[in-house]
């Protein structure tokens, strides 16, 4: 079982920026799938970005590349999604997801096991 706890989500304005956190614990390996996705009301839910926990490389959605970036603490457990130049479509509840199968890799069609309760994000114009 892994546990996850994300936190970081507020109010700001479009243009600003917010840090996402999202800490494993529990029977993790040295090397699993992670990744942050979203649903905003009324949407279904889509992936934001997958990584490997020990990669260097990360799998961005297109509505966000160039403004979202992704950083690891492998000792910490800890992945953080940084989200700049943020606009009103941005508004969502965004969780965070976790896997320890890496047998087809680490994308953002990635059938996640674990999910965080979720931080709410909201982005006004």
């Known amino acids: 079982q892994v546990q996850l706890v994300d936190s970081g989500g507020g109010s700001v304005q479009a243009g600003g920026s917010l840090t996402l956190s999202c800490t494993a614990s529990?029977?993790?390996?040295?090397?699993?799938?992670m990744g942050w996705f979203r649903q905003a009301p009324g949407k279904k839910r889509e992936g934001v970005v997958t990584a490997f926990t020990a990669g260097d490389v990360a799998d961005f959605a297109d509505s966000v590349k160039g403004r979202f970036t992704l950083s690891r603490s492998f000792a910490k457990n800890l992945l953080s999604l940084g989200m700049n130049n943020l606009t009103p479509e941005d508004t969502a509840m965004y969780y965070c997801a976790a896997d320890l199968n890496t047998t087809w890799g680490c994308r953002l069609s990635h059938n996640f096991s674990y999910w965080g309760q979720g931080t709410k994000v909201t982005i006004s114009s």
């Open positions: 529990g029977s993790t390996y040295s090397n699993y799938c």
